[in-house]
C-alpha cells in the first residue's frame, strides 16, 4: 500500500485485514457460518455505515488533491480485495464488484487474499471503536429526545478518560451528532441520577434466604457507585453475616433520571449526555441546515449532476431572511450555489417547503 495519512484510511485498512484474520481461521476449521456473519458485519457496520459515509466529503472534493486520491485508492484496495473475500459465498456478486474495478480475468482464478499483519493497527481500531461507540449514544440520545439530527445542538459530554482520543477525532465526532462542541465530565452524577432494586428473578434462586437483606442493603447504597461497578463488569459486593455476595448488571433493575435540559444513555460502561436546550443562535442554524436539505433534493428532482453549480431564489419571513444573512456562505458552499437571491413574493415555479415549522418557498436553477 502506498503512504496513507488519513487515520480513517488507516483504520478500515486495519479493519480488513483485521476481519481477513478472523475469516481464514474460520475457513480452516469449515465455520462457514462464522465466516459469512464476520464479513456481513464488516460490510454494513464498517466499511459503509462508517468508513464510506464519513469519507463522502473527500470523494465529492472539486481538486484531485492527495487526500482524494488516498480516499478513492484506499476503497479500491479494500473493495478489490474483498470481492476475493466474499467470492465462495456470493459468487456472481464477487464477480461482479470485481470485473466493475480491475476489467481483468475472473476473481474465481484469482488467489484467496493473504493477511498482511504489517497493515493491521489494534490501538487504533480500538481507538475508533470507542469513537463509534460515542457516537452512536449520541445518536440514541437524539432519537430518545426526537430532535432532528439537523438541528444543531450545544454540547456532547462524555467522560474524561476518554479526552485524548475524543480530542483526536473531536471534528467527526461533532459532525456526527451535529453539536457545537465536546465537553468531558468525571462524573455522570450531575446530569443523571441512578435508582437501582433488585431483580429477585436472578437474585433470588442465587442467593436464596439471604435476598431479603440484599435488598434492604441495595436500596441503602449509592446507587451511582453500584452502576459503575456492574456495568464495568467487575461486579458490587455485599457482605452479611461474614458471607460476600457479587451483584452484577442482570441481577438489578436499573433506571435513571435525567437533569432537565440533558439526555443521557450509557452502554455497559461507555456513556454521553446531550445537552438538548436550544437557543436563539442554534436555532437559527437548524433552519439553515433544513435549507440545505431541501435544496439538495430538490437537486436530485431536478436531476442535476453533483457538481452542477445553481442559483436559489427564496420568498420567506423575516427570520429566514436572517438565516440566510448569517449563514449564507455555509448554505452556498453546501449546495455548490452562487447566488440566494430573495423573491418578493411566491412565484408559480416556487416550491412550498416546511422548513422546521415554517413556510418558506425555494426555486432552483442551473447556471
Not at 426526537?146 to 473531536?170: F, G, H, S, W
Not at 433506571?255 to 436563539?280: H, M, Q, W
Not at 455555509?330 to 415549522?357: C, F, Q, R, V
Amino acid at each position: 500500500m502506498h503512504s496513507i495519512e488519513s487515520e480513517l484510511d488507516r483504520w478500515i485498512i486495519s479493519r480488513f485485514n483485521s476481519l481477513l484474520t478472523e475469516v481464514t481461521y474460520y475457513n480452516e476449521r469449515y465455520e462457514l457460518t462464522k465466516s459469512v456473519r464476520a464479513i456481513q458485519d464488516f460490510v454494513g457496520d464498517e466499511l459503509s455505515n462508517w468508513y464510506v459515509r464519513r469519507a463522502r466529503r473527500r470523494y465529492w472534493a472539486l481538486e484531485l488533491t492527495k487526500d482524494k486520491q488516498d480516499a478513492y485508492q484506499t476503497l479500491f484496495y479494500v473493495m478489490v480485495n474483498l470481492s476475493k473475500v466474499i467470492a465462495p459465498y456470493a459468487p456472481y456478486l464477487a464477480e461482479a464488484v470485481f470485473l466493475s474495478l480491475v476489467k481483468d480475468k475472473s476473481v474465481h482464478l484469482t488467489d484467496f487474499p493473504l493477511v498482511k499483519p504489517e497493515l493491521i493497527d489494534k490501538s487504533l481500531e480500538e481507538k475508533m471503536q470507542v469513537v463509534i461507540d460515542l457516537v452512536s449514544l449520541g445518536r440514541t440520545a437524539r432519537n430518545t429526545c426526537q430532535i432532528k439530527v439537523r438541528q444543531t445542538l450545544q454540547a456532547l459530554y462524555i467522560p474524561e478518560k476518554y479526552r485524548e482520543i475524543a480530542l483526536t477525532m473531536e471534528d467527526l465526532i461533532k459532525e456526527e451528532i451535529n453539536v457545537k462542541e465536546i465537553k468531558f465530565m468525571d462524573s455522570k452524577d450531575r446530569l443523571v441520577q441512578y435508582s437501582v432494586k433488585a431483580n429477585f428473578k436472578t437474585l433470588g434462586p442465587k442467593y436464596g434466604k439471604h435476598m431479603k437483606s440484599i435488598n434492604i442493603m441495595l436500596e441503602s447504597a449509592n446507587a451511582d457507585v453500584i452502576v459503575d461497578k456492574v456495568q464495568s463488569g467487575e461486579g458490587y459486593y455485599i457482605t452479611i453475616e461474614g458471607n460476600s455476595f457479587k451483584i452484577t448488571e442482570e441481577d438489578l433493575v436499573i433506571s435513571y433520571k435525567n437533569k432537565e435540559g440533558f439526555i443521557f444513555e450509557s452502554e455497559r460502561d461507555v456513556y454521553v449526555a446531550l445537552d438538548i436546550n436550544l437557543t436563539p443562535d442554534l436555532i437559527r442554524e437548524g433552519y439553515a441546515r433544513e435549507l440545505v436539505n431541501k435544496i439538495q433534493f430538490t437537486r436530485k428532482e431536478l436531476d442535476f449532476e453533483i457538481m452542477d453549480n445553481i442559483r436559489i431564489e427564496y420568498y420567506g419571513d423575516e427570520e429566514i431572511a436572517n438565516v440566510i444573512n448569517q449563514f449564507g456562505d455555509y448554505i452556498k458552499a453546501e449546495t455548490l450555489a452562487h447566488e440566494i437571491n430573495p423573491s418578493i413574493s411566491a412565484g408559480d415555479s416556487m416550491k412550498l417547503w416546511d422548513i422546521n415549522g415554517k413556510e418558506v418557498y425555494l426555486s432552483i436553477n442551473k447556471l
